[in-house]
């Protein structure tokens, strides 16, 4: 690997980490009786989102752990599934994940499950060999751009967990500014530069309406906003 591309992939994985890290503290903050306040993730509370964490924590582990044959078949941009639709929370992994957030009865034991399996994910993408291939979803990507998909997981599921909790921590100004910047290349269109990265999100992704001014911002019928990321 060049002198230029290992610095990039050290700034991706320390992006990695501090959206992690934050995402983990803002959890760790939460009161008992926050668990039971809506999330932004449509149909689930915070400790559905919470536990859904858990659950990618344990898919970097298992992704990091599984090395691949083969060119690259994705990137950071074309890892994800795009869907012209809002999720509607009656998937059945997403019942699942609502079963087993659940199951933990106690917040204690959640928030000590992601400490646990958080952690261990966040050393093992700091070990990981950056141009090692891994497979996920039947697809193969380096572990570079793998961790680079999970900076604007991180940074979506910070603004869904804090999405009725006003007085939260927001995510990493930077790892905002690149999740819209990730985002506006996968729609191949730019927000106006009025919005700021949050809002870009929030709008972008569907997990608010544009307000009257931001919908005449944005302009043309054609525009490629919303977008449903899977």
Known sequence: ???????????????FSR??????????????????????????????????????????LITLATPADGEPTRDALTYWEISDTPPTGDDPLDALTVRLAAAYEDPHLLTFHLDDVGSAAGRAAELADPGLRVGTRDEVLTVGDYLSTYVMEWTLHHLDLIAHLPDAAPPPAEALARSR?????????????????RDALLVGTGRRA??????AELGRPG????LYLG
């Open 1 to 15: 690997m060049s002198a230029l591309a290992a610095r990039h992939y050290v700034a991706g994985v320390d992006l």
């Open 19 to 60: 959206s992690w890290t934050a995402l983990r503290a803002a959890v760790a903050e939460l009161a008992d009786e926050d668990f039971a306040r809506p999330s932004g993730c449509t149909g689930w509370l915070v400790r559905d989102l919470v536990c859904h964490l858990v659950i990618d924590a344990q898919d970097v």
């Open 210 to 215: 544009p307000t009257a001014a931001e919908r």
């Open 223 to 226: 525009s490629r906003f919303p």
């Open 181 to 197: 910047e990730m985002l506006e290349q996968i729609a191949g269109s730019a927000f106006p530069p009025s919005f700021s990265d």
